[in-house]
Nanobody, 123 residues
Framework: HVQLVESGGGSVQAGGSLRLSCAAS???????IGWFRQTPGKEREGLAA????????YYSDSVKGRFTIEETKSETTIHLQMRSLTPEDSGIYYC??????????????????WGQGTQVTVS
């Protein structure tokens, strides 16, 4: 049973950048790692995902062109590089894992294992 730990959150000014990390407790080959954002009063939103076996990436329209999801060569850490941040990007960021990405990559109900989240504040 893999465990996930997010890190890298913090406070940044609008227009700035942050790099989030999702560290897995074990090898996560042939899985889908997704990044999600939770803001008060809104449903958790799928932002990006990566298929760790084919490196295929997925992005929501809200972050496409600004965020980049990538994995380390060790395939145990997934990063989310965030650029051109706006206050609307503030929230708690979570990573999660499931088997295969496909058309359900952005659905929270499709993921079984989640990290504890890391706070991002853009002002």
């Amino acid at each position: 049973h893999v465990q996930l730990v997010e890190s890298g959150g913090g406070s940044v000014q609008a227009g700035g950048s942050l790099r989030l990390s999702c560290a897995a407790s074990k090898y996560i080959y042939r899985n889908c790692i997704g990044w999600f954002r939770q803001t008060p009063g809104k449903e958790r939103e799928g932002l990006a995902a990566i298929a760790t076996d084919g490196h295929i990436t997925y992005y929501s329209d809200s972050v496409k062109g600004r965020f980049t999801i990538e994995e380390t060569k060790s395939e145990t850490t997934i990063h989310l590089q965030m650029r051109s941040l706006t206050p609307e990007d503030s929230g708690i960021y979570y990573c999660a894992v499931k088997v295969g990405c496909g058309t359900t990559w952005s659905l929270t109900t499709a993921y079984k294992t989640w990290g504890q989240g890391t706070q991002v504040t853009v002002s």
